[in-house]
């Protein structure tokens, strides 16, 4: 990248946001140099010489980089969650868990968060998950962050946690090699021990774990990690989740379920990369299985299931139509044992996207005392055609009792 300038810094950021290259400029303004060592969650790629490529593999080093560029102002991120919030409303979206408060950034976006409840101005509820390198800094100025109470609808309920990368990047951890390079697993982004350490950290505090897990390896480490926190939380119900769960086998579906945990599957990876599994990454057999939605209800664990925005646009409709139909873009069926039916995929995407954030008591279902968050769709997509779904959009939003979308005059 040195031959597109070596005055203006230049970073390029892959869609997963694993990985971000860095021209020699930018490296410098970062204080990265050949000398500087790895962090302890990803690594600053070298040649055999030794010298840095630019690659910034994994999420300690990007952070690293990213760090150093000059931060966003305050409006521009309460503009940026503002907009969030509206196209949330417009989609029928009553509910977001932020899995990643802190990563574009950092404390300006809990200050935004928190303003905007304070000020009455979040119409749809969030659940914050704060970057665990960030939470740590925030619990030692205020041990009690996760026990605070929802105000104004914004509340942090835990830490987020990487245990693994991308599929698509070669860094997701896997047990067998990788179809398009047999001689690469990926990697796990620490260790089995200092995993459960840090996730102790967060128990301890009474906070919930989100961990971030795509590979097969990645996912029994951190099945593994949740059954030991689990004989040493002191919390009743934790309830700490696995982000994404992409190559989960039933045994880590089984695993989970017995340590009294949950998860939330990216079931969009069907659809956007599920070709590109399937003809480069996993091979047919391991690409079939993934985002194992129907492996999950089978074995009884409690699931949500999102977007993973921005790296898929935030659509509840679209999600539901691929868990249903496991269509990839390219149009093909993938994983026909793994389809949801519609009652199923819905239950995911409202009572169970409730009881991941400990909600299940007041929010997710229509039921006398429970509040009245709830959406209004031109067309009952669970009664239509599943192929007939594409252009039911919500025409109300209710959140609390209150509207925050009325498309139809009600």
Excluded at 247 to 275: K, T
């Amino acid at each position: 990248m040195g031959s597109v300038s070596r005055e203006v810094p230049v970073i390029v950021s892959h869609i997963s946001g694993h990985f971000v290259a860095a021209n020699s400029r930018a490296l410098e303004l970062a204080g990265i140099d050949k000398d500087k060592p790895d962090p302890s969650d990803g690594r600053f790629v070298r040649d055999d010489d030794g010298n840095l490529t630019g690659l910034m593999w994994e999420m300690g080093a990007v952070h690293a980089l990213l760090g150093a560029v000059p931060q966003t102002s305050a409006a521009d991120v309460r503009s940026a969650a503002l907009y969030a919030m509206e196209v949330a409303a417009e989609r029928g979206i009553t509910s977001i868990h932020d899995l990643g408060v802190g990563i574009m950034a950092g404390d300006l976006e809990l200050q935004a968060w928190r303003k905007l409840a304070a000020e009455g101005n979040l119409p749809v509820r969030v659940t914050g998950y704060v970057r665990s390198d960030l939470a740590f800094q925030y619990l030692d100025e205020s041990p009690n962050l996760f026990a605070q109470p929802a105000a104004g609808n914004y509340r942090v309920a835990g830490a987020k946690f990487w245990s693994d990368g991308s599929i698509q990047g070669l860094s997701g951890a896997l047990k067998e090699p990788y179809s398009c390079l047999d001689t690469e697993c990926g990697e796990l982004l620490y260790s089995p021990e200092e995993l459960l350490e840090l996730l102790q950290r967060v128990d301890d505090a009474g906070g919930q774990c989100a961990v971030h897990a795509n590979g097969d390896h990645a996912i029994s480490t951190v099945a593994d990690a949740f059954t030991a926190l689990r004989r040493l939380s002191r919390q009743p119900d934790p309830r700490h989740r696995v982000e994404h769960l992409q190559m989960a086998s039933p045994e880590d579906i089984s695993s989970l379920v017995e340590s009294g945990s949950a998860a939330s599957i990216f079931a969009n990876h069907v659809y956007y990369w599920g070709d590109r599994h399937r003809d480069r990454f996993l091979g047919a057999e391991r690409a079939a299985r993934i985002d194992p939605t129907r492996d999950a209800y089978d074995g009884g664990l409690h699931f949500g299931m999102h977007s993973d925005c921005p790296i898929t646009p935030m659509d509840a409709l679209a999600t539901f139509r691929t868990a249903v139909t496991r269509l990839t873009s390219g149009g093909s069926v993938l994983g026909e044992a793994q389809k949801l039916d519609p009652r199923t995929a819905l239950h995911a995407l409202t009572a169970d996207s409730a009881f991941l954030t400990h909600d299940e008591t007041h929010l997710g279902t229509l039921a006398t005392g429970m509040d009245a968050d709830l959406t209004v769709l031109d067309h009952d997509v669970v009664g239509l055609p599943i192929e007939q779904t594409g252009d039911v959009s919500a025409v109300a939003t209710v959140v609390g009792g209150q509207f925050v979308l009325n498309r139809g005059g009600f």
